[in-house]
């Protein structure tokens, strides 16, 4: 069955350290986001990507990044981790080629930033 | 800036009841409007999808409307059950490409 995968599932890091968190989808999606989940604030968007070589920026894009050279991943960078970004890390892809761009989610990535 | 809300924020029914759950969001130019379930510590499971040129949307027990001109949706769960209890999200897809704004979810807790 097609999915989506993310890694690592938890993380704890130190202020000031470069992170990288992995997304890999199965569906061969075109489109891939990153969302970031924290109490009182829901759900709120990262980055995006429309296709390979393609990145916009999301709602709360400082101090993050993404790079997209093929179908299947968007990994999330944190150029240089801050307590602020102790977040709840979500990945999901949709497809948008029938019109219908349904948006499928990955099991989330807890980080702390200490 | 679209924004959507999702009232009530928390909500506790005994077994068996039907759940009304209720979604709003402040511009009518959606794409589509998707309802999703999240247990605790877990991913979001897609539930239904509503595009914006239909009324309703049903699987199982679960039905969601849209009233695009009024600016709702209404996702129903009929004869709940404690497994059902979860937090249960609305996101609003703003264009063709599948950018999401989501509501801040109702928490449902079906007592046995």
């Known amino acids: 069955d097609a999915e989506i995968t993310q890694s690592p599932r938890h993380k704890i890091t130190e202020t000031g350290r470069q992170v990288t968190l992995a997304c890999h989808q199965t569906w061969n999606h075109n489109n891939m986001f990153w969302y970031r989940q924290d109490l009182g604030h829901g759900l709120r968007l990262i980055h995006y990507s429309y296709g390979v070589q393609d990145t916009n920026k999301g709602e709360v894009s400082d101090g993050y990044s993404v790079s997209r050279s093929n179908t299947e991943d968007l990994p999330l960078t944190l150029e240089s981790a801050a307590s602020s970004q102790t977040s709840v890390y979500f990945c999901a892809s949709s497809e948008s080629k029938s019109g219908v761009n349904e948006q499928f989610f990955g099991p989330g990535t807890r980080l702390t930033v200490l | 800036k679209q924004e959507v809300t999702q009232i009530p924020a928390a909500l506790s029914v005994p077994e068996g009841e039907n759940l009304v759950l209720n979604c709003s969001f402040t511009?009518?130019?959606?794409?589509?409007l998707q309802w999703f379930r999240q247990d605790p510590g877990k991913g979001l499971t897609s539930l239904l999808l509503?595009?914006?040129?239909?009324r309703e949307q049903t699987s199982g027990r679960l039905n969601a409307s849209l009233d695009k001109s009024s600016g709702r949706s209404t996702l129903y769960i009929a004869a709940s059950q404690p497994g059902d209890s979860a937090t249960y999200l609305c996101?609003?897809?703003?264009?063709?490409?599948?950018?999401?704004?989501f509501g801040a979810g109702t928490q449902v807790v079906v007592t046995p």
């Open positions: 996101a609003v897809n703003l264009d063709s490409w599948g950018k999401l704004q």
């Open positions: 511009d009518s130019a959606i794409y589509n």
């Open positions: 509503i595009q914006s040129s239909q």
